[in-house]
């Protein structure tokens, strides 16, 4: 992962898509981007935790799409400013953040766990 801070592209081995993990609130404000952008958007999986009014959406695109997408979401933060989620760039950073934080910790112990292996 890691294009920006307030989605993110998703490392994943496909011949025609592109993955991404975004923000977004249960009014679903970045729809009305995509059909802006005239980019159709692939929705998978999305969790929302019971107290955040945000949402971790998942999905993919066409590659050849993947600019468009990104334009549109380049737009979702100042969508979110003027209708009121004014912490919606701190939670992205704080939400991307931990992710990667987590990340580097799986990957240290999984390098701790393939050392102690190679010295048995």
Not at 72 to 87: F, H, N, Q, S
Not at 90 to 95: K, P
Request: with cysteine; hydrophobic share 40%.
């Amino acid at each position: 992962m890691g294009d920006t801070f307030f989605y993110q592209h998703i490392d994943r081995l496909s011949l025609f898509y592109n993955y991404f993990a975004f923000l977004d609130t249960d009014a679903y404000l970045a729809d009305q981007l995509f059909i802006k952008h005239q980019v159709r958007v692939h929705f998978r999986e999305e969790y929302v935790r019971g107290d955040s009014p945000y949402r971790v959406i998942f999905c993919h695109v066409r590659k050849r799409d993947r600019a468009r997408f990104q334009a549109a979401l380049e737009e979702l933060p100042k969508k979110m400013m003027l209708l009121g989620y004014i912490d919606y760039l701190d939670v992205c950073r704080a939400l991307w953040g931990e992710c990667q934080q987590q990340r580097k910790e799986e990957a240290n112990s999984r390098e701790a766990v393939d050392t102690i292996g190679q010295a048995q």
